[in-house]
T-cell receptor
């Protein structure tokens, strides 16, 4: 499967727990983007990463959220001390390189539910 | 005012109809325009990608961009029940982050 892989597909957490969402980009892609989709809303940009670098985190909440894309392994979006308002679908996209002329391809998302 | 406006629908059409989906935007810096299709419980799938103004055709799909009016369109010819999905417009200009519309739900009935 050459597509963007996200896991888990569904994640249930209780308030106060930590959530870790993983994203493996398409083969040959070295740029990763995270977006959040709330019910009845469009996708909202969160963060843009290259290997070992955060390029743009202007859409990330200031507290509890962090992201990384290590040299080896998938990109991780981490949410600490989750609250009900974190319930959403989180999508990862990847592209071959940065720049606006490189289309972003999306995975099928992780649906996070907070009890 | 949102940067990108898109009618949420739903839009219901008979099989074989021509479908017109539209978005308007306010940021004149936007230069790259995309249409994604999203089936229920799946991720967005890139359908069309255009730069600046003009038309682009791919099979039954045609994308149009009118930068002077800040208006983009996606036309689907000979629509099929399998086209039933939510269609998202997205755009970007001087950054790498995509700005999405809220999506239009399309239903094509046999």
């Amino acid at each position: 499967n050459a597509g963007v892989m996200q896991n888990p597909r569904h994640l249930v957490r209780r308030r106060g727990q930590e959530a870790r969402l993983r994203c493996s980009p398409m083969k040959g892609h070295s740029h990763v983007y995270w977006y959040r989709q709330l019910p009845e809303e469009g996708l909202k940009f969160m963060v843009y990463l290259q290997k070992e670098n955060i390029i743009d985190e202007s859409g990330m909440p200031k507290e509890r959220f962090s992201a990384e894309f290590p040299k080896e392994g998938p990109s991780i979006l981490r949410i600490q001390q989750v609250v009900r308002g974190d319930s959403a679908a989180y999508f990862c996209a990847s592209s071959t390189s940065g720049g606006r002329n490189q289309p972003q391809h999306f995975g099928d998302g992780t649906r996070l539910s907070i009890l | 005012q949102k940067e990108v406006e898109q009618d949420p629908g739903p839009l219901s059409v008979p099989e074989g109809a021509i479908v017109s989906l539209n978005c308007t935007y306010s940021n004149s810096a936007f230069q790259y325009f995309m249409w994604y299709r999203q089936y229920s419980r799946k991720g967005p799938e890139l359908l069309m990608y255009t730069y600046s103004s003009g038309n682009k055709e791919d099979g039954r799909f045609t994308a149009q961009v009118d930068k002077s009016s800040k208006y983009i369109s996606l036309f689907i010819r000979d629509s099929q029940p399998s086209d039933s999905a939510t269609y998202l417009c997205a755009m970007t200009g001087d950054t790498d982050k995509l700005i999405f519309g809220t999506g239009t739900r399309l239903q094509v009935f046999p």
